[in-house]
């Protein structure tokens, strides 16, 4: 379990969202490794260059 006052964001990036996906994984990673539901999340979707921004986005 993650401390929540140490994450309070998570941002991930997703080239091609499809099937199970499309409902923002970044959200769905974020629960399942035990963040708590106070925890943001989102998920990047830029073509070639999802990661890079996720990145950028948390810098």
Same mark, same amino acid.
């Given at each position: 379990m993650h401390e @929540?006052? !140490?994450v309070d964001n998570v941002i991930t990036g997703c080239v /091609?969202? @499809?099937g199970e996906q499309t409902?923002? !994984?970044g959200r769905n990673e974020a629960? &399942?490794?035990g963040f708590p539901e106070s @925890?943001? @999340?989102s998920? !990047?979707?830029r073509q070639f &260059? /999802? /990661?890079q921004q996720a990145t950028h986005v948390a810098a």
């Open positions: @929540a006052v !140490i /091609s969202p @499809a409902f923002n !994984i629960l &399942g490794a @925890a943001q @999340a998920t !990047i979707d &260059g /999802s /990661s």
